[in-house]
């Protein structure tokens, strides 16, 4: 079991910048897959990014694509979002997981079921 503390989030001006950070307890970070997703109010939590162990599968939703970048670093347990361009759009809280099961499609890894752990979230808000 792990657990996954979010932090990075807050107030940005559409345009801008954020960085998020996923730091996991545990030994086994190296082996899960590990996704972002974000939920706005009154509606479902949407799929962001999701990058395999290994590094060498990377998945992204249409929405974020060519403006949010998703990475790790194993040795730090950690997992990072990168978020430029912001849009008031994007204004959400931000969700990191963990998926224990291992599969090389990223269909997978957009379904929030896929996932066996989750951290408390961090809110992101772009004003325009």
């Known amino acids: 079991q792990i657990q996954l503390v979010e932090s990075g989030g807050g107030l940005v001006q559409a345009g801008g910048s954020l960085r998020l950070s996923c730091a996991a307890s545990?030994?086994?970070?190296?082996?899960?897959?590990m996704g972002w997703f974000r939920q706005a109010p009154g509606k479902e939590r949407e799929f962001v990014a999701a990058i395999s162990a290994s590094d060498d599968m990377l998945c992204s939703a249409d929405s974020v694509k060519g403006r949010f970048t998703i990475s790790r670093d194993n040795a730090r347990n950690t997992v990072y979002l990168q978020m430029n361009s912001l849009k008031p759009e994007d204004t959400a809280v931000y969700y990191c997981?963990?998926?224990?099961?291992?599969?090389?499609?990223?269909?997978?890894?957009?379904?929030?079921?896929?996932?066996?752990?989750w951290g408390q979230g961090t809110q992101v808000t772009v004003s325009s």
């Open positions: 997981a963990a998926a224990t099961t291992a599969y090389r499609s990223c269909n997978y890894y957009r379904l929030p079921v896929s996932y066996d752990y």
């Open positions: 545990g030994r086994t970070f190296s082996s899960y897959t």
